[in-house]
Each structure stands twice: as structure tokens, then as C-alpha cells.
């Protein structure tokens, strides 16, 4: 990746690479979950889910060797052990489930998760028989000219039986071209023994290749958007334009609401039903939207509650406010929240209207129906009450303003 941070913790959707594959595996409901990673890269552990185990490789000496590792964590009682990639974002808890159902149903001692791809480089190659039988996986440095040629590659993905991988794994030797302990070498011992070894297909390549470049990241990133898109559309959300808007995956959409383009919505960003949000609309972390919330272009909230049928149409900043029921926030109104120490809360109160180009500075209440005119400043603690009119740099009640010119 050339990046200072491990792979695995880039992020797609505000995700990383790894709890991609944790979620996916949790869903069938697994005795435990092991993560094993490098002793360099001790800060992977800190964006683990905490329910997850997690075991350290001393050194970087294969995949055999990771699995070694984890080896003394898995439970006595479990059957079969799956043996998946953090840096494969793409895989389904679907597929997961298919690998190991298959493996269950043929009784085998190993069940391998294969994929057919038309430019395998740096794929290890899957070997099969005359007959078409599973007899052992190639790495791609270690590959013969007519090996190299093979589609069909390994994805890296396995179901085993524990008994039969705690085994095979002692009889793992370095015999190959960079030293390292080979997870595929177990196969070799496996099939002296005469264990059945099976191998499953999944049709969409795509969905188990591993994120090892920029390039590849990227590519996984379009294919993560898409899948969070679709899911939306399917509970009944319309996106208006499926290359221009960005939901993050722990964004939550009521149906009925509207996405146009070029809107941004990030991190645990609520919205409800039959809202109207963007274009070019920046929903930030902690942003709460309720029921006919309209958010228009060039508007952009943050650590805000909005309430139900609330309208910010155009131009605005609302940063660390609640902002009741029906108001209306007119183009240009800024919320400045920051003091320079410390953030801090704006509440603006149902019915309220807040005129264009308007800046309440934090802390301040907006009172119910209260009205705060064009071009204001409202300054900090300078609440204004409900039903008030203030207007004017700092603002002042109307009322009091006609009582200073007599």
C-alpha cells in the first residue's frame, strides 16, 4: 500500500479492511473469532471489536505459521476451524456460509474456497487431476511455466477439521523460495494421509480478492459503495445518482427519503423518512435527522439533532445543535460552535425562523417561534426568548431597539 498504516486498517466507508470481514463472520455466529497480526502492528488491535481475540505472529513467517499461532485459542469443543484474510473486504457472510456448508455435507478434512480468474498473477495455483480431483496448491514464486497458466487460484479461504489441521500444521516445513511456512503445504500432508480434501467455486471473482495496492483499495471501495447503495434502495431509499453520492456502511436512511447527487454522508449519520437531502450536501459524523427533514445544497451538519419537518435549503453550517421541530434556517445562517477551546451547543427551538446570512454564536438558545433577522449575529449567551424578534450586529430585540430611539 506504501502507506505508514497497516493495510488492514484502511478504510472504506469509514470502515476498515478488517471489520469487513469480522462482520461477515459473526453472522454465522462463530464460538470465537481469532485475529491474528504482526508484533509491528500492534496499533490493528485498537479498531478490533472488542468481543474478538486477538494473537500475535512473533515473526512474519507465513501463513502456516499465523495459523500456528491462533492455534492454542481455539476452543476444545469446536469442530471446524474457517481460515479467512483481513485484507479481503469483498467477502460475503454468504460465501463464508457456502464454504462451510459444503465442507460439512462432503465430511471433508479440508474444504478450499477457489475462484477462476483470467490473469492470475500472484495467485497460488489450484492443482487437480485428470479425474478433476483436488491434489494440492501451487504459490505463484513457486510455479512451473505450465502452472502459471492454470485460471483456477486459491483465494487463500479455508473450512478444516481442527483435529486435522492441529496436526497437519506440525508437519509444515520452510522447503520453499522465500523460507516462509506455507498454510497450503498442509494439504500435501493431508492427502498421504488419505483426508478427503474438497474444493468449492465462487462465482464473482471480485469477492474474495485481496486489497494489496492503491489501485486495488479503490476498486475495492466502488464495489463497497455500490453494495451500500443497493441496500438502501432496497429499504425503500431513492439515490438519485449512484456516482456521485458516498453513504459510509453504519449510516442508517429511513424509506421514502431522497439522496441527489453529490451528497456526502458520513459515519453514524441518522436520517428518517421522507427526507430531502442534498445535492451537494455534507452529512458529518453524529448528525440525527427526523421525519421530512429537508437539507438542501452546500449545507453541511455535524453532532446535530434536526427535528421533524425542519428545512435547511441552502448554504449553512450547523455544527453541535439541537434544532427542534419546524424551523426554518434561511441560506447562509452559520452556527459558529468552536470558541477556540472548546465546542459548544446551539438549541434552536421548534417553529423558530432564522433569517439568511445569520451567525449564532455558541452557547445561545433560539426560542420557540422566535425570529432572528437577515444578516445577524446572535452573540454567545444572548438567548433570545420565545416568540422574540432580534435583528441587527450584535442582535438586539426589536422591541428594545424602539425603546433605545425614543
Known amino acids: 500500500m506504501k502507506s505508514e498504516l497497516p493495510k488492514v486498517m484502511h478504510e472504506i466507508c469509514a470502515k476498515p479492511l478488517v471489520n469487513y470481514v469480522v462482520d461477515a463472520s ?25 468481543d474478538v481475540r486477538v494473537v500475535y505472529q512473533e515473526k512474519p513467517l507465513g501463513t502456516a505459521d499465523a495459523v500456528k499461532a491462533a492455534q492454542k485459542e481455539i ?43 483470467n490473469h ?41 477439521r481442527k483435529d486435522d489441521l492441529c496436526e497437519a500444521l506440525c508437519h509444515v516445513k520452510s522447503l520453499n523460495a522465500s523460507g516462509e511456512f506455507y498454510l497450503t503445504d498442509v494439504f500435501g500432508w493431508l492427502l498421504k494421509k488419505n483426508k478427503r480434501i474438497e474444493a468449492c467455486v465462487v462465482d464473482e471473482p471480485s469477492e474474495v480478492l485481496g486489497v494489496n495496492s492503491q489501485k486495488e483499495f479503490i476498486e475495492a471501495a466502488q464495489i463497497v459503495r455500490r453494495r451500500i447503495l443497493e441496500k438502501h434502495m432496497e429499504n425503500g431509499v431513492s439515490i438519485m445518482d449512484f456516482s456521485t453520492v458516498f453513504i459510509d456502511e453504519t449510516a442508517q436512511i429511513g424509506a421514502g427519503t431522497k439522496i441527489f447527487p453529490l451528497t456526502f454522508i458520513e459515519g453514524d449519520v441518522i436520517i428518517g423518512e421522507n427526507c430531502s437531502i442534498g445535492p451537494f450536501c455534507h452529512l458529518r459524523q453524529g448528525a440525527r435527522l ?15 439533532e434536526v427535528g421533524e419537518g425542519t428545512a435547511m435549503h441552502h448554504v449553512g453550517y450547523l455544527g453541535d445543535a439541537r434544532v427542534g421541530r419546524n424551523v426554518n434556517i434561511g441560506a ?60 441587527g450586529v450584535p442582535a438586539r430585540s426589536i422591541v428594545e431597539s424602539k425603546k433605545k430611539k425614543r
Open 26 to 50: 459473526r453472522l454465522l455466529a462463530p464460538k470465537k473469532i481469532i485475529v491474528v497480526i504482526g508484533r509491528k502492528r500492534p496499533q490493528v488491535k485498537e479498531i478490533l471489536p472488542k
Open 75 to 117: 476452543p476444545g469443543n469446536v469442530e471446524h476451524v474457517v481460515v479467512l484474510y483481513g485484507d479481503t473486504p469483498l467477502i460475503k457472510e454468504q460465501t463464508i456460509r457456502f464454504l462451510l456448508d459444503v465442507h460439512r455435507e462432503k465430511s471433508a478434512s479440508c474444504t478450499v474456497l477457489t475462484t477462476f480468474l
Open 120 to 160: 492470475p498473477r500472484g495467485y497460488g495455483r489450484v492443482l487437480r487431476n485428470d479425474a478433476g480431483q483436488f491434489v494440492g496448491i501451487v504459490e505463484d514464486k513457486d510455479a512451473s511455466y505450465q502452472q502459471k497458466n492454470i485460471k483456477e487460484v486459491n483465494t487463500g479461504m479455508y473450512c478444516f
Open 290 to 304: 427526523g421525519n421530512k427533514v429537508s437539507i438542501g445544497n452546500f449545507a453541511e451538519i455535524k453532532n446535530s
Open 332 to 391: 447562509g445562517m452559520i452556527v459558529a460552535n468552536f470558541d477556540g477551546v472548546k465546542k459548544n451547543k446551539t438549541v434552536i427551538k421548534d417553529g423558530a425562523f432564522i433569517g439568511s446570512d445569520s451567525v449564532l454564536i455558541a452557547p445561545v438558545v433560539i426560542g420557540k417561534k422566535a425570529v432572528v433577522g437577515a444578516g445577524s449575529v446572535v452573540t454567545r449567551n444572548h438567548n433570545v426568548p420565545d416568540g422574540a424578534t432580534v435583528v
